[in-house]
Each structure stands twice: as C-alpha cells, then as structure tokens.
C-alpha cells in the first residue's frame, strides 16, 4: 500500500499578508509569494499551505470570506494565483488553499439573501435564533 504523499511532506504555511509585498503597498500578496517560492523550496518544503485570501471584510483575519470564488484585491487576482500555482508546481511544490467551510462573512450573498426573507431559501444555510432578553 502506497502512502499518502501529505504523511512525510512537510508544509510551510503562509499568512498572504506579511509574507512578501511585492508592489510595496505594506501588504503581503500572491505576487510576493511566487517571488519567494525559490526559498521556501530551499528550506525543504513539499507544499505551501496559503491562508484565506479570498474577498473578505478582514475582522477574521480573511476567515470570514465574502467570496469563494475571487482573490482579495489587496493580494492580486486570479491571474496571479494561477501563476503561484504554476510556478509551484514546476517547482515540484504542492499549493494548499486554507478553505473555510463552516461560515461566511455577514456580507456574503447567500448570508444577505438570508436576512432578506425569512422565507429565503439560503435562511437554511445559516443559523438564526432569537437573541436573549437583557437582564
């Protein structure tokens, strides 16, 4: 039985936005990271584990994701994520994306659909109770 490529790697995690600042705005983005993809191979790593760079109103540090599907504009675009990723992999690199599943920021569509309506079909996505009377 072969074993999973992940049970020997090791991983170096990155926090997008103080790792590298490629356009010297002060914060860390995706062009930085390829940047330095060169010294993260050098220091024995088999994979990169990206934390949350996803839209987000930032009060989670990027964990309250208002868009899945889209990069931070303060960390690049697409197009600069699919060129980590290229340039990881000719670098034999694996690129791990921290995903958060569990919830969203109060300004994701489905989360502003379900405060719409208590009728709203994407209310079943979320949670609602009544708050507690104070006292």
């Known amino acids: 039985m072969t074993r999973p490529w992940w049970r020997g790697a090791a991983f170096y995690e990155i926090?997008?936005?103080s790792f590298a600042d490629s356009n010297d705005d002060g914060i860390g983005d995706l062009p930085g990271i390829t940047s330095r993809l060169d010294h993260v191979k050098r220091?024995?790593?088999d994979a990169v584990w990206l934390t949350p760079f996803y839209p987000s109103?930032?009060?989670d540090q990027g964990y309250d994701v208002a868009d899945y599907f889209d990069v931070n504009p303060e960390?690049?675009?697409l197009a600069d994520f699919d060129q980590l990723v290229t340039t990881a992999h000719d670098m034999r690199l694996k690129?791990?994306?921290d995903l958060v599943p569990n919830h969203t920021s109060d300004?994701?569509?489905?989360?502003q659909a379900a405060l719409s309506s208590p009728d709203d079909?994407?209310?079943d996505l979320y949670y609602f109770r009544d708050g507690k009377a104070d006292g």
């Open 75 to 77: 960390y690049g675009t």
């Open 57 to 59: 109103p930032q009060k």
């Open 15 to 17: 926090y997008l936005r």
């Open 121 to 123: 079909p994407h209310r």
């Open 107 to 111: 300004q994701h569509p489905w989360f």
């Open 95 to 97: 690129v791990l994306v």
């Open 43 to 45: 220091l024995g790593a």
